[in-house]
């Protein structure tokens, strides 16, 4: 098909083969009219627009093509990628204040959600210095939230959760100074040294980058994870579906895209309400089927089991389908084409949130103190529209079950058993070989590489016996091609691997969920070194990720704190390139600092076969 690759599986093409598809303007279209799906001088990093005497297209090593105010093009190289991390940040950051803000209200009663996870909650109030003892949880939540809220606007000190991290770990950031010290100073900081004028040496610039990105890591993201599990569960392994074929031709179809999860819990609750169960039939559906898009998807997908109909690449397809009466959407990864895909379907785009509105959709406000009345308004909107649905494909038989849920504890339970849930099992299958090390892949999907890149590097690094751990539209992607069964081992991991796999009849590829769920990984891997036997920090352990076909600015800010807590990181290409030093600094000179870098490859076997031998480094370094 010239219109779509394989990545976006069996189902995505069945559909696009379809006449009703190909009349769909998709973003494979848009690059083809482009001519080129990026700009050639922006992608090396060194296009200055930060003030009025430019903007400056800088050429490194030319000295006349240094900008008007003298800025080289190591400098504004760093100075960019730092304004992606303060971006990536400040997006996560703001997904997780309200997380904070929707756990507050369900403390106070507020909301239809209520405190699940006592036990995380009690694990949480101890890191914050919370009394538990003779509490109720609601009480203690008020407090807890009370406490999280405090962390965004704290001006001095450290952020709470740093002190979770290996202790070796907090020494490097302490030493080198760059603990967080409040999440929302540290995105003001980065924006105000990256001003014209201000900071102009990239090491420099790099260390508040660093500083930044682990108030995302260590901060707001494991924030937004923590308080959403104790809100709604914590994970555990369960079935579900990832795939387009997902809609149900006799139901209203409620796709919900977008990144924070209590809208779509809200939905989900609504979604089995009399009335609205009710008023469906009444139109001749049998009720409402609701869908993931994105990281929305990946969170009811986690902690509810609802299917998700497709990833970022796929969002459009989703609507291409004809058989969606409202994709709901909030913030971030939301592409502005959506409401042009619709037009003269029944279909409604309907924004949600103040912050995110867009020409020609409907705009029906959330409000999280009524979120349930909100949420089942929005649902009758879509129960509306469900009679004027007219020509439609949903692509069938193609269904493919996945298993996810895994959390950090869910990996724990796995692989330590009932009666003695600890990472255990794990170190020692690693260190006696039968697993080579821990392998992440993350990150999002673009259009520039006409390849099965998730499938490739997950299946090479399986099959050498790498444990992949997945997040985000990575995740889902490995889903639609099958890696999220436990029949995955069997078909393609090394021998050492699919022992461990089947003893315990789990998927050589992990999903641990959204993006903000990246610190589930930060949990897991300080665990393996808490475990012993794997060295005393994050940058000794065997383990390498990855967000091969990164597209939002908050996987670089991911990147960026894994890097900053030792884990060696493997982008298919970054910014970077039209500035030599800085480019050097950030694949090599990080390392002296926090004992691990960047890397880049764009061959995605290539790139496995890097994370494999940085893993064989650890190796050997351990002596295992
Ligand atoms: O936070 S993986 S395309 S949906 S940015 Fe966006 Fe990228 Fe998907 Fe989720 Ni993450
Ligand atoms: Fe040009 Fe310097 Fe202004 Fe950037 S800050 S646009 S390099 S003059």
New binding site residues.
């Given amino acids: 098909c010239d219109k779509c690759n394989d990545i976006t599986g069996a189902s995505t093409l069945d559909l696009l083969n379809q006449d009703l598809a190909k009349q769909v303007r998709t973003a494979y279209d848009r690059i083809e009219d482009r001519g080129m799906s990026a700009c050639l001088f922006g992608s090396g990093g060194t296009c200055c627009r930060n003030c009025n005497m430019g903007p400056c297209q800088i050429i490194d090593g030319v000295e006349s093509m240094v900008g008007i105010c003298g800025a080289t093009a190591d400098t504004v190289a760093a100075r960019n990628f730092a304004r992606i991390i303060a971006a990536g940040t400040a997006s996560h950051t703001d997904h997780a204040r309200e997380m904070v803000r929707g756990f507050i209200a369900t403390a106070k009663g507020e909301t239809p959600h209520e405190i699940k996870d006592v036990d995380k909650l009690h694990k949480m109030a101890k890191i914050f210095g919370i009394e538990t003892e003779g509490r109720d949880k609601n009480e203690i939540a008020l407090e807890l939230g009370e406490k999280a809220l405090a962390e965004f606007g704290q001006q001095e000190g450290e952020l709470a959760m740093v002190k979770r991290a290996p202790a070796k770990q907090q020494e490097i950031w302490r030493k080198v100074g760059v603990v967080p010290r409040g999440i929302d100073r540290e995105i003001t900081e980065m924006m105000h040294r990256t001003h014209m004028g201000v900071d102009q040496e990239y090491q420099n610039i790099m260390l508040q980058a660093a500083r930044c990105a682990l108030a995302d890591g260590w901060g707001a993201s494991m924030l937004s994870t923590e308080l959403t599990d104790i809100m709604f569960g914590t994970p555990t392994p369960k079935r579900a579906i990832v795939d387009l074929g997902v809609l149900k031709e006799d139901h209203v179809n409620v796709t919900v895209h977008g ?1 924070e999860p209590l809208l779509a819990e809200s939905l989900c609750l609504a979604a089995e309400d009399e009335e609205i169960l009710a008023l469906a039939r009444k139109v001749g559906a049998k009720g409402v089927n609701l869908a993931g898009v ?2 929305t998807g ?1 969170e009811i997908l986690m902690r509810r089991g609802i299917p998700v109909a497709g ?2 690449i796929q969002q459009e397809m989703v609507l291409a389908t004809g058989a969606v009466e409202a994709m709901v959407v909030d913030v ?2 939301v592409m502005q084409s959506l409401a042009q895909v619709v037009k003269g379907k029944h279909t409604d785009i309907i924004t949600t949130n103040y912050r995110a509105k867009m020409p020609d959709a409907i705009h029906i406000q959330f409000e999280e103190h009524e979120a349930y009345n909100s949420a089942k308004e929005i649902l009758k909107h879509a129960i509306n529209n469900f009679k004027k649905r007219r020509e439609f494909y949903i692509p069938k038989d193609k269904k493919l079950d996945v298993v996810v849920g895994f959390s950090h504890e869910t990996i724990n339970y796995m692989l330590g058993g009932r009666f003695r849930a600890s990472y255990r099992p794990l170190n020692d299958n690693i260190i006696n070989g039968r697993i080579r090390g821990v392998g992440a892949i ?4 673009h259009y520039k590489y006409a390849d099965d890149v998730h499938f490739k590097i997950a299946v090479e690094l399986i099959k050498n016996n790498v444990l992949v751990l997945a ?4 995740a889902q992607a490995l889903g639609r091609r099958g890696l999220l069964r436990p029949e995955a081992a069997t078909e393609y991991a090394g021998d050492g691997l699919r022992e461990v796999c089947e003893a315990v009849g789990m998927p050589p590829a992990l999903h641990v969920g ?3 769920d990246n610190s589930r990984l930060l949990i897991a891997l300080t665990e393996m070194v808490n475990e012993g036997g794997l060295g005393e920090d994050i940058s000794e352990l065997p383990a390498c990720g990855t967000a091969p076909l ?3 600015e ?2 670089v800010a991911i990147g960026q704190y894994f890097v900053s807590s030792g884990a060696h990181v493997i982008f298919q290409n970054l910014p970077i390139t039209g500035a030599k030093k800085f480019t050097e600094f950030i694949k090599g000179g990080m390392k002296e600092v926090y004992g691990a870098c960047w890397d880049t490859e764009e061959d995605p076997i290539k790139l496995a076969q890097k994370m494999i031998k940085a893993i064989d480094g650890k190796r050997e370094a351990l002596g295992i």
């Fill in positions: 990144h994105c990281c990946n990833s970022f971030q990864c993350v990150g999002c999907e997040t985000g539209c990575a959204s993006c903000v990164y597209m939002s908050k996987a």
